[in-house]
């Protein structure tokens, strides 16, 4: 039995107000000892605003926070509490100095001794593979370099909490990728209680042991990763993690476990506890929709399975976005290979299939059924 981690963080009714328009509302958020919780959301979320309030950044208009059962503010003093983490914005941010005096900068505020500031620094530096940049100028540095120094330079004092504000989104795909390998192993090694906000879903999947979406200033679901994945609250959520079709549907009839929805004219089984009248949104990953040719597949008597054409083909690099219309809107992806295999173009013929397992389902009453 997995012993229960004490909160680090507590927010309580956390409301920030703007120009009299509520742009933060989170009744309740506890967050864990060694717990790397992931917050995505759109571009004006709210996601930053909140990091910002939980840094002590931004004064709330409502409620409060608590750091280890301890008032901000009032049981702890706002600087006390703000030297007990470090954040990473977006911008690095680096002392017009070397690498060296930069990942030291925090060490030498809190009077370490020089030969145990080297230490520390030697040992940050390697973590983040830069040694070689050590007097180095700041200026002189490339983006990832100096993303790189700005995070070591985090690490270097040991915070008790990491706020990440979407550090890594103005890096080319493959410097960001060898960097968040890199913040990935650090973070597991060092079990850092993290709070990273991203609008990128791989990043998000990649780092958290939890996930929280948000929109419009509220966190619509929080959980572990994989229930978040797997089991949308609602179709923000369903496309904000990945499921690229989302079709609205009615009940028409129940067998056991499953159920048949009537969407734009098609018949889709389901599996669920949505009863016969009641509104569903039926959520589908791209990657879940099989795709077939005509000369190969008997769409007749099969389940799920649909007659449709090629609308347009999107190539994404090793594989392909393929948007079919088979009197339902569908996106699938193929790899290369078998795009080629099954010459297909704009206009071919196919025959779709999805799997009533693969189909999770929203009920419109505000209860959740998925597919197993």
Do not use: W
Request: aromatic fraction near 4%; glycine fraction near 8%; include cysteine.
């Amino acid at each position: 039995m997995n012993p229960v981690r004490p909160p680090v963080f507590e927010a309580r009714n956390l409301q920030v107000i703007k120009g009299g328009s509520l742009i933060l509302d989170v009744p309740s958020l506890v967050i864990s000892e060694g717990e790397i919780l992931v917050l995505i959301g759109p571009n004006g979320a709210g996601k930053s605003t909140l990091l910002q309030t939980l840094a002590a950044l931004q004064t709330p208009s409502r409620g409060e926070i608590l750091f280890r059962g301890q008032k901000i503010g009032a049981d702890v003093p706002v600087l006390q509490y703000r030297r007990r983490l470090a954040m990473i914005l977006q911008e690095p941010l680096l002392f017009d100095t070397t690498v060296y005096h930069n990942v030291a900068s925090g060490l030498k505020i809190r009077g370490m001794k020089r030969n145990e500031i080297d230490a520390i620094v030697a040992n940050t530096l390697d973590r983040f593979r830069i040694t070689h940049l050590k007097n180095r100028s700041a200026r002189t540095l490339s983006g990832g370099e100096a993303r790189r120094t700005s995070i070591a330079r985090a690490f270097a004092t040991n915070p008790e909490i990491l706020l990440l504000d979407e550090p890594f989104s103005a890096l080319d795909p493959m410097i960001r990728e060898t960097l968040i390998e890199d913040l990935e192993k650090v973070l597991h090694e060092t079990r850092i209680t993290t709070i990273f906000v991203t609008h990128d879903r791989m990043e998000a999947l990649r780092l958290a042991s939890r996930l929280g979406v948000m929109n419009a200033g509220k966190i619509l679901q929080i959980d572990l990763t994989s229930e978040v994945l797997h089991r949308p609250a609602n179709e923000f959520v369903a496309s904000l993690v990945g499921f690229e079709t989302i079709l609205g549907g009615e009940v028409i009839r129940r067998d056991n476990e499953t159920f048949v929805a009537s969407v734009s004219g098609r018949e889709i089984e389901a599996i669920g506890d949505a009863v016969v009248g009641e509104k569903v949104s039926l959520c589908i990953r791209p990657e879940n929709v099989t795709l077939l040719t005509t000369a190969s597949a008997n769409p007749r008597n099969a389940i799920n399975a649909f007659e449709g054409t090629v609308e347009k083909v999107t190539h994404m690099g090793s594989f392909r976005k393929v948007q079919l219309n088979c009197g339902l809107q569908l996106n699938t992806y193929i790899t290369n290979n078998s795009f080629e295999a099954l010459s297909l173009s704009k206009g071919t013929k196919v025959v779709v299939s999805l799997r009533p397992t693969d189909i999770h389902v929203v009920r419109q009453k505000g209860r959740l059924s998925f597919g197993t």
